[in-house]
């Protein structure tokens, strides 16, 4: 009875304590962002512990006993806010603020990292906070882990991998399987052999936070099974103005002999401005018409030749600036500008087999055996400039965005050309000249603007024009046998000597949205509503010229210095060059995606909130070209349209205030790379090809994922998450071979295909273990991933038809130990070494007979020395692939026939370890 009693008092008192309490609440707002709301800001009552963290509007809410205190309002980067305030018994007081970056100096913004967004700590709590599954990277992660490029800085997210120039592998998938925005509006790409732009073009100076989509909702594009990336470009919120020089060393490429095109052998090529030299001569005009080239006209009419330089390559180097200015107009209205421009240059050598396989009854054996070695010299020029303008109201941003990359090529296959007929067998040297050169100019305006003065109803639109132009500008080759003192022996006939021409022009790619945004239910409107459009539409077409010579005499010359024997065979008119162009050089490709979609995020209580909606996707190709025949025949068309209802469902359970589980479901489709699907066949000098596919279908993705959460502190979160997917139509590469045995790398669409897995990732504080290792952490996440893929043996030439999918690892792991110390009060540094590998994959579907091709594992680890030296300068140092793996794919022994060669490699190198340093300096 007493102790009824007992707890009976101190239940009254403790209900009459609650309701002697008051409440301050409020919003924080940005004031170098327009106004917007500031999540993730700390709130504090003045000499006490109690306080709390805005949430991602901005909102805000302590409770506390009555009397005098004072509310301090603090965000890292910013100026902290102090205000008085007298709380009364079961009253709310209603305190909003903002903040901005006041009269800080640049070092108290630099020191300590990037604030706003792109902090650690921010995007973690904004991954725990959001109902759909994304993980998130910004410049302060990338920059404590020394990441220079976008590319690179993904990989530090679960599940996402680099391959070589293939681009990045979400889940094992490849690079057709995800799609890209930039500040969330569609952006092309600018190769067309590769779905989106390859990431490591952008700096990461021009990047405030890349969001990484595993799972789909209704606001973004169909079009991905594996991740789509949205890169929010920086805002220039600040007055800034920095310098970064760099150089780098790898052991395999620099200070080695290098051969390099005689015509970028210049300060030109230097820069990569050679592609004039390599036009296509205007005196064939846009039309093929098999002209013979006069001898004065095959003089005249080519700059490039086939001549070669040896040098000694160079260290790379970089270079880049960054300036950014805001100003405070009146009544609230703030303009800022970013610009920001990088160029790099870079010498590569890779050596190693390279081989293709023939099936014979009595055994698999080479097709051909070469040793090659591909000397790449290459260039990056990309520029940014960001217009920023606000009122209290209305955020306008205008981006324009410029990038230009060469890659200028000599391939050298030494060894055996044609084992079935010998040929080779005097050891033949296949020498390729190539440049690859790409252009892109995106253009984007986007606005957001509040209907209502509480911003609970908004509106957000923005376009973008983009106009893009890869090509391959007098690609020439010849093959012969090489002679005593570095000398060749060739015929001028046929292929040999050959020229091509490849152009594929993006005319036009156009990108919108319009989305409307509206916050309901209650005080705290924690309901919302999106209703919107996006969509894009392209338009590209192609042009493939080829220009061969007639018979001629043989060259007998120095490997690098054939070009005055030619030159004098022209004069004395012995053979000459004419067009070889046929009916199939011209090809036309338009592309459209329209979409009207609906969103509601309803929060049922504190704990569940769901978010599912609807996504009506109209999405076509057509496709125009030729087969063998009449230039003047008329283009067959091939359309593929489709309408796509694509339903989502993204739901989160809170169990604890820092551990959630969540669930998501969606259908997503998947269209083809450029090149996939485009009716062309794309000659190499040793015979292989690769050939689109016009008739290729988009895949159908059926996608669940189940994720459990936990962030035990503001730096730490562990996470386990099962997915699996179903794919009717799947895009996969395949070899085969032509008539006259040569491989040909093609593409096709299977039956079906599943994948399930595990991804487990954590971020550890090991100060946990002991004190003296609390400046350590460890990062780590790995992908456990099985698949099966069917294929109708009636409709295929595959040599098995239940296999894996193509392009997917069964695992991956990527991990990092992070350590950051202080050696002075302006001389802080953060140590990182960076760990990943995946697993075995099937890189190319085997076909008749033929087993498939397999991409090994590569493991890569990296040692990255990030160091600010002082309120000016900060030096970073990096060493990379330190293991340094041989790059390999092998021909599987599970042909029809056993494999009789001693090795089932096709293709084997090494990339080289490399040592770079980057010294920034900040006016």
């Given at each position: 009875?007493?102790?009824?009693?007992?707890?009976?008092?101190?239940?009254?008192?403790?209900?009459?304590?609650?309701?002697?309490?008051?409440?301050?609440?409020?919003?924080?707002?940005d004031?170098?962002?327009?106004?917007?709301?500031?999540?993730?800001?700390?709130?504090?009552?003045?000499?006490?512990?109690?306080?709390?963290?805005?949430?991602?509007d901005?909102?805000?809410?302590?409770?506390?006993?009555?009397?005098?205190?004072?509310?301090?309002?603090?965000?890292?980067?910013?100026?902290?806010?102090?205000?008085?305030?007298?709380?009364?018994?079961?009253?709310?007081i209603?305190?909003n603020n903002?903040?901005?970056?006041?009269s800080?100096?640049?070092?108290?913004?630099?020191?300590?990292?990037?604030?706003?967004?792109?902090?650690?700590?921010?995007?973690?709590?904004?991954?725990?906070?959001?109902?759909?599954?994304?993980?998130?990277?910004?410049?302060?992660?990338?920059?404590?882990?020394?990441?220079?490029?976008?590319?690179?800085?993904?990989?530090?997210?679960?599940?996402?991998?680099?391959?070589?120039?293939?681009?990045?592998?979400?889940?094992?998938l490849?690079?057709?399987?995800?799609?890209?925005?930039?500040?969330?509006?569609?952006?092309?790409?600018?190769?067309?052999?590769?779905?989106?732009?390859?990431?490591?073009?952008?700096?990461?100076?021009?990047?405030?936070?890349?969001?990484?989509?595993?799972?789909?909702?209704?606001?973004?594009?169909?079009?991905?099974?594996?991740?789509?990336?949205?890169i929010?470009?920086?805002?220039?919120?600040?007055?800034?103005?920095?310098?970064?020089?760099?150089?780098?060393?790898?052991?395999?490429?620099?200070?080695?002999?290098?051969?390099?095109?005689?015509?970028?052998?210049?300060?030109?090529?230097?820069?990569?401005f050679?592609?004039?030299?390599?036009?296509?001569?205007?005196?064939?005009?846009?039309?093929?018409?098999?002209?013979?080239?006069?001898?004065?006209?095959?003089?005249?009419?080519?700059?490039?030749?086939?001549?070669?330089?040896?040098?000694?390559?160079?260290?790379?180097?970089?270079?880049?600036?960054?300036?950014?200015?805001?100003?405070?107009?009146?009544?609230?209205?703030?303009?800022?500008?970013?610009?920001?421009?990088?160029?790099?240059?870079?010498?590569?050598?890779?050596?190693?087999?390279d081989?293709?396989?023939?099936?014979?009854?009595?055994?698999?054996?080479?097709?051909?055996?070469?040793?090659?070695?591909?000397?790449?010299?290459k260039?990056?020029l990309?520029?940014?400039?960001?217009?920023?303008?606000?009122?209290?109201?209305?955020?306008?941003?205008?981006?324009?965005?410029?990038?230009?990359?060469?890659d200028?090529?000599?391939?050298?296959?030494?060894?055996?050309?044609?084992?079935?007929?010998?040929?080779?067998?005097?050891?033949?040297l296949i020498?390729?000249?190539?440049?690859?050169?790409s252009?892109?100019?995106?253009?984007?305006?986007?606005?957001?603007?509040?209907?209502?003065?509480?911003?609970?109803?908004?509106?957000?639109?923005?376009?973008?024009?983009?106009?893009?132009?890869?090509?391959?500008?007098d690609?020439?080759?010849?093959s012969?046998?090489?002679?005593?003192?570095?000398?060749?022996?060739?015929?001028?006939?046929?292929?040999?000597?050959?020229?091509?021409?490849?152009?594929?022009?993006?005319n036009?790619?156009?990108?919108?949205?319009?989305?409307?945004?509206?916050?309901?239910?209650?005080?705290?409107?924690?309901?919302?509503?999106?209703?919107?459009?996006?969509?894009?539409?392209?338009?590209?077409?192609?042009?493939?010229?080829?220009?061969?010579?007639?018979?001629?005499?043989?060259?007998?010359?120095?490997?690098?210095?054939?070009?005055?024997?030619?030159?004098?065979?022209?004069?004395s008119?012995?053979?000459?060059?004419?067009?070889?162009?046929?009916a199939?050089?011209?090809?036309?490709?338009?592309?459209?995606?329209?979409?009207?979609?609906?969103n509601?995020?309803?929060k049922?209580?504190?704990?569940?909130?769901?978010?599912?909606?609807?996504?009506?996707?109209?999405t076509?190709?057509?496709?125009?070209?030729?087969?063998?025949?009449?230039?003047?025949?008329?283009?067959?068309?091939?359309?593929?349209?489709?309408v796509?209802?694509?339903?989502?469902?993204?739901?989160?359970?809170?169990?604890?205030?820092?551990a959630n589980?969540?669930?998501?479901?969606?259908i997503t489709?998947?269209?083809?790379?450029?090149?996939?699907?485009?009716?062309?066949?794309?000659?190499?000098?040793?015979?292989?090809?690769?050939?689109?596919?016009?008739?290729?279908?988009?895949s159908?993705?059926?996608?669940?994922?189940l994720?459990?959460?936990?962030?035990?502190?503001?730096?730490?979160?562990?996470?386990?998450?099962?997915?699996?997917?179903?794919?009717?139509?799947?895009?996969?590469?395949?070899?085969?071979?032509?008539?006259?045995?040569?491989?040909i790398?093609?593409?096709?669409?299977s039956?079906?295909?599943?994948?399930?897995?595990?991804?487990?990732?954590?971020?550890?504080?090991?100060?946990?273990?002991?004190?003296?290792?609390?400046?350590?952490?460890?990062?780590?996440?790995?992908?456990?991933?099985?698949?099966?893929?069917?294929?109708?043996?009636?409709?295929s030439?595959?040599?098995?038809?239940?296999?894996?999918?193509?392009?997917?690892?069964?695992?991956l792991?990527?991990?990092?130990?992070?350590?950051?110390?202080?050696?002075?009060?302006?001389?802080?540094?953060?140590?990182?070494?960076?760990?990943?590998?995946?697993?075995?994959?099937?890189?190319?579907?085997?076909?008749?007979?033929?087993?498939?091709?397999?991409?090994?594992?590569?493991?890569?680890?990296?040692?990255?020395?990030?160091?600010?030296?002082?309120?000016?300068f900060?030096?970073?140092?990096?060493?990379?692939?330190?293991?340094?793996?041989?790059?390999?794919?092998?021909?599987?022994?599970?042909?029809?026939?056993?494999?009789?060669?001693?090795?089932?490699?096709?293709?084997?190198?090494?990339?080289?370890?490399?040592?770079?340093?980057?010294?920034?300096?900040?006016?």
């Amino acid at each position: 009875m007493k102790l009824k009693f007992l707890f009976f008092t101190l239940l009254i008192c403790a209900i009459g304590f609650s309701q002697n309490k008051g409440t301050i609440t409020g919003v924080l707002l940005d004031k170098d962002s327009n106004n917007q709301s500031l999540p993730f800001a700390n709130v504090l009552i003045k000499d006490t512990k109690i306080g709390a963290n805005t949430d991602i509007d901005g909102k805000y809410t302590i409770t506390i006993a009555p009397g005098n205190y004072t509310v301090q309002f603090s965000f890292l980067g910013y100026e902290t806010v102090e205000v008085p305030v007298t709380v009364a018994a079961n009253e709310t007081i209603t305190l909003n603020n903002s903040l901005g970056s006041g009269s800080y100096k640049l070092k108290d913004v630099v020191i300590k990292s990037s604030g706003g967004r792109e902090k650690e700590t921010a995007l973690l709590l904004d991954q725990k906070n959001a109902v759909v599954i994304k993980q998130s990277i910004g410049a302060q992660e990338m920059s404590r882990k020394g990441v220079s490029d976008v590319e690179e800085g993904l990989t530090k997210i679960t599940g996402i991998t680099k391959v070589g120039s293939r681009g990045l592998f979400v889940r094992g998938l490849e690079d057709r399987y995800n799609n890209l925005l930039i500040n969330d509006l569609a952006a092309p790409t600018n190769n067309p052999f590769l779905k989106i732009i390859p990431l490591d073009l952008f700096s990461t100076d021009i990047v405030g936070v890349i969001e990484v989509y595993k799972t789909f909702s209704p606001n973004i594009y169909g079009d991905f099974a594996g991740g789509t990336f949205n890169i929010q470009t920086s805002r220039g919120s600040k007055s800034i103005t920095k310098l970064n020089i760099g150089t780098s060393y790898t052991v395999n490429s620099n200070l080695k002999s290098f051969s390099l095109s005689k015509d970028a052998d210049s300060a030109e090529g230097f820069f990569g401005f050679t592609a004039d030299n390599r036009e296509l001569p205007s005196l064939l005009g846009d039309t093929p018409s098999s002209r013979v080239f006069t001898p004065q006209e095959s003089l005249d009419s080519f700059k490039s030749g086939f001549d070669v330089s040896e040098i000694k390559s160079p260290l790379n180097t970089s270079i880049g600036l960054l300036h950014s200015e805001k100003f405070n107009l009146n009544n609230g209205q703030n303009f800022s500008y970013l610009f920001s421009i990088n160029a790099e240059n870079n010498f590569g050598i890779q050596e190693g087999v390279d081989r293709t396989f023939r099936y014979q009854s009595t055994g698999i054996d080479y097709k051909t055996d070469f040793v090659t070695t591909d000397n790449h010299y290459k260039t990056a020029l990309t520029g940014l400039l960001g217009l920023n303008y606000s009122t209290n109201r209305l955020k306008l941003s205008l981006n324009s965005l410029y990038i230009k990359t060469t890659d200028n090529l000599i391939k050298d296959q030494y060894g055996v050309a044609n084992a079935e007929t010998g040929t080779g067998a005097n050891e033949t040297l296949i020498r390729t000249n190539q440049l690859d050169q790409s252009n892109y100019w995106n253009n984007q305006l986007v606005g957001e603007y509040a209907l209502s003065e509480d911003k609970n109803q908004t509106i957000k639109a923005g376009v973008s024009y983009a106009k893009t132009k890869y090509d391959q500008p007098d690609r020439k080759a010849f093959s012969g046998v090489t002679t005593p003192n570095d000398g060749i022996s060739a015929s001028i006939a046929g292929n040999n000597f050959i020229k091509q021409y490849l152009e594929i022009t993006g005319n036009s790619y156009l990108s919108g949205l319009t989305e409307y945004n509206l916050k309901f239910g209650g005080k705290d409107k924690s309901h919302k509503l999106t209703v919107g459009y996006n969509g894009n539409a392209s338009d590209m077409e192609s042009s493939y010229r080829f220009i061969s010579p007639t018979v001629g005499p043989n060259i007998n010359a120095p490997l690098n210095s054939i070009d005055e024997q030619l030159n004098a065979y022209i004069a004395s008119e012995a053979f000459y060059y004419k067009e070889s162009s046929n009916a199939t050089y011209k090809a036309k490709l338009k592309e459209a995606a329209n979409a009207g979609y609906a969103n509601l995020l309803y929060k049922f209580n504190e704990k569940f909130e769901a978010n599912g909606g609807v996504r009506v996707e109209s999405t076509n190709r057509e496709t125009q070209y030729r087969q063998q025949g009449s230039f003047d025949d008329p283009f067959q068309t091939l359309k593929y349209d489709k309408v796509y209802f694509l339903p989502s469902l993204n739901a989160k359970y809170s169990v604890t205030e820092n551990a959630n589980v969540r669930f998501a479901g969606g259908i997503t489709y998947t269209k083809p790379v450029i090149m996939e699907a485009y009716p062309i066949e794309y000659i190499n000098a040793d015979g292989t090809s690769m050939q689109g596919n016009p008739f290729l279908l988009n895949s159908d993705n059926y996608n669940l994922d189940l994720k459990y959460e936990l962030f035990p502190t503001a730096k730490e979160m562990f996470a386990v998450g099962l997915f699996g997917k179903k794919m009717e139509n799947p895009i996969e590469r395949t070899f085969t071979s032509n008539a006259a045995g040569s491989t040909i790398i093609s593409y096709l669409n299977s039956e079906n295909a599943v994948l399930y897995g595990a991804e487990i990732e954590f971020i550890y504080d090991l100060g946990r273990i002991n004190g003296t290792l609390s400046d350590f952490s460890l990062g780590f996440n790995t992908s456990l991933m099985g698949t099966k893929a069917e294929v109708n043996p009636k409709n295929s030439l595959e040599t098995h038809t239940s296999r894996d999918l193509q392009g997917a690892s069964n695992w991956l792991i990527n991990s990092d130990l992070k350590y950051q110390f202080e050696l002075s009060k302006s001389w802080s540094n953060t140590v990182s070494l960076v760990y990943s590998v995946f697993g075995k994959r099937i890189y190319a579907v085997g076909t008749i007979g033929l087993d498939h091709i397999y991409e090994l594992p590569v493991q890569q680890l990296d040692f990255v020395w990030s160091s600010k030296l002082s309120e000016h300068f900060d030096l970073k140092f990096s060493a990379d692939n330190l293991i340094d793996p041989a790059r390999q794919f092998e021909l599987g022994d599970n042909s029809l026939t056993p494999i009789v060669e001693d090795s089932a490699l096709t293709r084997s190198y090494k990339k080289g370890r490399g040592f770079s340093l980057n010294l920034g300096y900040t006016f």
